[in-house]
């Protein structure tokens, strides 16, 4: 599922995720599906929500990589479906791990990465959002129903970091993410192979997100 990079128009906003790995992460995917049935995002932890980059994106993964020297993988913990007040946006709650996810914004949200977020970083798992009103609470409850019979782990060790942008289908016109290129934290990372503008020089796969989900500049947690 997905497209190559030569299918879609990059736009300038980046962001860095870490995608649910193994049982859970299948099984979030496939809550998600089924929570808003036109939603084919894979289940993440944003550590960067969208923003533009004042620079290219390779100085913008280059100060990515400094910043995650000595940063080793986070054990997070998943507790509790939740629902923002403002966005309405449905989400899985963070116990073990939240504050490190909230240090480690902190430090890379510097430099040409900087942005001014318009929400507080709230470390979660995005699981609805742009949903009617008068459907938020029963789908609250559905995805607290569907959690608390799930046979999957409720932890996991975030060990690998992708840096994403932002794209335009050029046949569907829809919104898209491409992954750029990834980090396992704790190891040295290799540089990325960009052409002499900035840009990338090889096929990636692309992530694709709703139009709605893809624009949103951060929910009020900071989610892609």
């Not at 923003?51 to 990589?65: C, F, N, Y």
């Amino acid at each position: 599922m997905g497209c190559l990079i030569g299918e879609v128009s990059p736009v300038n906003a980046f962001a860095l995720v870490s995608y649910i790995p193994g049982s859970l992460g299948r099984f979030l995917d496939g809550l998600r599906r089924e929570l808003v049935v036109q939603c084919t995002a894979q289940s993440h932890l944003t550590v960067l929500p969208p923003r533009i980059l004042e620079g290219r994106p390779d100085e913008g993964w280059s100060e990515i990589q400094e910043g995650l020297r000595n940063v080793g993988p986070v054990h997070v913990e998943l507790r509790s479906i939740e629902i923002f007040p403002v966005s309405r946006a449905i989400y899985l709650s963070l116990g073990q791990g939240f504050s490190e996810l909230e240090r480690l914004h902190s430090k890379l949200n510097v430099g040409k990465l900087y942005f001014k977020e318009p929400f507080l970083y709230h470390p979660h798992i995005t699981l609805a959002q742009d949903v009617p009103a008068d459907r938020v609470d029963s789908i609250a409850e559905l995805a607290a129903s569907r959690w608390a019979e799930a046979d999957v782990p409720r932890q996991f060790r975030m060990e690998r970091l992708t840096f994403v942008q932002n794209g335009v289908g050029r046949a569907s016109g829809c919104s898209e993410w491409i992954d750029l290129t990834t980090c396992d934290l704790g190891q040295p990372s290799e540089p990325w192979n960009w052409s002499d503008d900035g840009s990338l020089s090889r096929t990636s796969p692309i992530v694709p997100l709703s139009g709605a989900q893809a624009s949103r500049r951060g929910d009020e947690a900071g989610s892609r």
